[in-house]
């Protein structure tokens, strides 16, 4: 723990329920959480700071934030950032943070993330520690039926299973770019599973403006490619 420092209020309440969002695939899992926290107005209780993170500090407004925060509401704590885990520190971030979390009764930790796939359909896949954890989850994600989940989510998982602490994965279908469609998949099953009624209709605003971008993007590709090459005749030595 001594190159992960923690500042934080300690999460209040029993039962307590963890949501983790890092940047990944589509950054669905910051997409969502950080929509979330806006949307239930959490309130933010501690920082995250380590001698692995880049050295930077983020601003929004004007007013500097650590890269990594903790908020909570009710029984729910959600752990949010703003820069991406290198593959290299995942396993000291990750049981970083399941060590602090091991000192308060949590009851369940939820791992929200993006898999790039080659289908669109923003469908969410779902994983668990534990049997009981995928029985909460088969009816509303298609269960992942063999592979790996690489990075600091997977880390995640691996210590929560070796530790005995449910934990559960959701990955939303995603591509190589900011994706709050998936974003908003995932905030779906998030709103069934816990009952957080939030909306994504923002986020599916931000989808289209940002597929919008990227199509207009793409058509000044196609016309630029389309353009005729104009050939100098250059003078001829030998």
Not at 62 to 82: E, T
Request: hydrophobic share 45%; net charge negative.
């Amino acid at each position: 723990m001594e190159d992960i420092r923690i500042k934080s209020n300690d999460p209040e309440g029993e039962n307590l329920i963890v949501l983790l969002g890092f940047p990944g695939s589509g950054l669905v899992g910051s997409i969502a959480l950080a929509h979330m926290i806006d949307e239930l107005e959490f309130e933010h209780i501690g920082n995250i700071t380590s001698k692995y993170f880049p050295p930077l500090a983020m601003m929004v407004d004007g007013i500097v934030n650590a890269p990594m925060r903790i908020f909570q509401k009710d029984q729910y704590v959600l752990v949010i950032s703003d820069v991406p885990i290198h593959p290299a520190i995942c396993y000291e971030v990750g049981n970083g943070i399941l060590e602090w979390l091991s000192a308060f009764p949590v009851q369940e930790v939820v791992i929200v993330a993006g898999i790039v796939t080659n289908d669109v359909e923003k469908r969410v896949f779902g994983v668990a520690t534990e049997e009981a954890g995928l029985e909460k989850i088969r009816d509303k994600t298609e269960i992942l039926p063999m592979g790996s989940i690489t990075g600091i989510a997977g880390t995640v998982l691996t210590e929560c299973k070796v530790n005995g602490l449910l934990a559960t994965g959701l990955m939303g279908e995603s591509v190589n770019a900011p994706d709050p469609r998936a974003a908003a998949a995932v905030m779906t099953v998030l709103n069934e599973l816990f009952g957080f009624k939030v909306s994504i209709d923002p986020l599916i605003e931000q989808a289209t403006e940002i597929e919008a971008s990227l199509q207009q993007m793409a058509e000044q590709v196609e016309r630029a490619e389309q353009q005729p090459v104009k050939k100098e005749h250059l003078p001829m030595y030998g």
